[in-house]
């Protein structure tokens, strides 16, 4: 296992989090954000989901009279296939910051963001009238480019804001092996995160990288960019506050498909209202005694699915 993607397998063991917290801190904060890449594990549990409430898989498409779907179907993260294999421990999904980002007076920093690989399960089999399935998902093809700002609050770390827009391929594979799978494809925008936290470590950029099989063919087919020295999910703390590994903790954050009309990012930038149509939770740490500030997230129900808005706190 390679030194740099050791050190962020370790990052999503929470008994070792304060550990990497304490040697990630830099002898000094530098002034520009190195590209690289972003690697999450998805929580488990029903956080994430989907639903085809307004965009339906279409009658007819599992078999001849089967019924339009318009419920949810809750994902949870399924390892990334790399080479050599294992690199990336739980890894299930991953953001690639595509350009250096460099600070300006005001401690703001941005860059283009792209998602370079996911990989998701339904933990549950699909069943309808057709059949029982085991459902999939992964990248269709080219991503879209979206703009990340980075905050930085002080020498350790920040926070940063990070929507994204996916295209993704959901796959139904009969779970008796006598048909093909079946796809479709669907358009996803997520906006920021709650609880985006960053923190800064000095790192290698010249060892040796991993790769990952993007589109989930059973092939490897991108080499993953070069260690950064920004470690997202987990918040940059000084080492004094490390007394032990309560220091910091667990914490589901989630991304959420706006409303627009209820998110007047200007005039009411700190909330906004979250659409039943999708939601992605990944795991990240952050100091303890914050997650008291912020509501327990419940798991949602799904087949059938009753759509709800979600009031989320933007951090």
């Known amino acids: 296992m390679t030194q740099q993607y050791k050190g962020l397998k370790v990052a999503w063991c929470w008994v ?3 550990i990497l917290a304490l040697i990630a801190v830099p002898a000094f904060a530098e002034d520009v954000i190195y590209r690289g890449a972003d690697m999450w594990k998805t929580t488990a549990g029903g ?3 989907s639903t085809f409430a307004h965009d339906p898989i279409p009658a007819n498409f599992f078999c001849e009279g ?11 993260g399924a390892p990334l296939h790399t080479e050599p294999a294992g690199e990336l421990g739980g890894i299930d999904t991953i953001v690639e910051r595509l350009d250096d980002a460099v600070f300006n007076d005001l401690g703001v ?3 283009r963001i792209q998602l370079m690989a996911l990989s998701m399960i339904s933990p549950q089999v699909f069943e309808n009238e057709c059949g029982a399935y085991h459902v999939a998902v992964s990248l269709d093809g080219e ?3 979206t703009e990340m700002k980075i905050f930085r609050d002080d020498e350790y770390g920040g926070s940063y804001e990070a929507p994204l827009e996916l295209k993704v391929k959901v796959s139904f594979t009969p779970v008796d092996g006598r048909a093909a799978a079946r796809a479709v494809s669907r358009e996803v925008s997520l906006g920021p995160g709650t609880f985006s936290v960053w923190s800064e470590r000095e790192i290698d950029r010249t060892a040796a990288t991993v790769k990952v099989d993007t589109d989930l063919d059973g092939r490897v087919d991108r080499e993953m960019p070069p260690a950064s020295n920004f470690v997202a999910g987990v918040a940059g703390i000084a080492p004094a506050a490390l007394s032990d590994h309560q220091a910091m903790c667990p ?3 989630c991304h959420c498909n706006p409303v627009p009309s209820d998110w007047d990012a200007i005039n009411d930038p ?3 209202v979250c659409s039943p149509a999708h939601q992605h939770c990944i795991d990240t740490y952050v100091p303890c005694r914050h997650v008291p500030d912020f509501e327990p997230r419940e798991p949602i129900e799904v087949q059938p699915f009753e759509p709800r808005y979600t009031p989320v706190n933007r951090t």
């Open 16 to 18: 070792c989090v304060a």
């Open 47 to 49: 956080f994430t989901y």
């Open 66 to 76: 089967s019924e339009a779907f318009t419920g949810a179907i809750a994902f949870e």
């Open 109 to 111: 920093a941005t860059t």
């Open 143 to 145: 991503q879209p480019i």
């Open 251 to 253: 914490y589901t954050s």
């Open 270 to 272: 700190n909330t906004w």
